[in-house]
């Protein structure tokens, strides 16, 4: 399940849940209970390895053949 983000429009919180889809109704804030909550787009990291891992002889990114 993806987290969505969301800013409490009443107290200004901003807080973050775990939705099965983004179309549900927004969750009532858990500070002050308010409902609406404004949905906020949120960042998200791309991560890529440092080193580009290659395999080995054997055809393998793991075994003993590309460790030596």
Not at 26 to 33: D, I, K, L, Q, Y
Not at 60 to 66: E, I, K, L, N, V
């Amino acid at each position: 399940m993806p987290i969505f983000e969301y800013r409490c429009m009443q107290c200004g919180d901003a807080f973050e849940t775990l939705q099965a889809r983004g179309g549900e109704a927004a969750p009532s804030c858990p500070r002050c209970g308010a409902a609406g909550a404004e949905r906020l787009l949120s960042v998200f990291a791309v991560t890529r390895p440092s080193t580009p891992t290659l395999p080995g002889p054997c055809g393998s990114r793991g075994c003993a053949c590309r460790r030596s």
